[in-house]
């Protein structure tokens, strides 16, 4: 009788350890899944000249129309030059928080000035042919920096790709 039970103690045992390592699998999965496999690849300053027509955005926290205009084809913009700037049927991924938010280099055609609906004002307006992060992509996430990387955006990062 004590045989049949410690057999019995020892599959349990066993059963518990296969249980925590298929939940150990799946979460390493699930990571590598949500962090590490690329959905657009970030563009380093050396290689903007590759592109033509192009602008640098980056997103604002404040009433607005939520981004601005930080550069073009000659560089970076002074701060006193940067400018909000209208953008139609807006494929950029936004931040949820001011301190994780990324510089993005797109192909753009421009559409004139245009009045935001409920701001009242003219602003530049631009419709994005193509669009890349630039390096490096920062993240809004529990998951420490040194883990993550700063070369290419993710399905997490993207959540309608």
């Not at 059963?15 to 657009?40: D, E, H």
């Not at 700037?85 to 797109?106: A, E, R, W």
């Not at 009242?120 to 890349?132: C, G, P, R, S, V």
Request: charged share 25%.
């Amino acid at each position: 009788m004590e045989i049949r039970e410690t057999k019995i103690k020892r599959l349990k045992k066993w059963a518990i350890a296969g249980c925590v390592l298929v939940l150990i699998m799946v979460t390493v999965s699930r990571f590598i899944y949500n962090y590490w496999i690329p959905v657009k690849y970030a563009v380093l300053e050396e290689e903007f000249s590759e592109y033509s027509s192009y602008i640098l955005v980056r997103e604002v926290h404040y009433t607005g129309t939520g981004w601005t205009k930080v550069g073009d084809e000659r560089g970076y913009f002074e701060e006193e030059k940067i400018t909000d700037i209208h953008i139609l049927d807006n494929p950029l991924p936004g931040s949820k928080m001011m301190q994780y938010v990324n510089t993005f280099l797109c192909v753009v055609e421009y559409e004139g000035k245009c009045e935001v609906e409920g701001l009242y004002q003219k602003f530049d307006t631009y419709t994005i042919l193509e669009w890349y992060p630039v390096y490096p992509v920062v993240r809004d996430s529990l998951i420490p920096v040194i883990f993550l990387p700063k070369s290419f955006m993710t399905r997490k990062d993207i959540p309608f790709y």
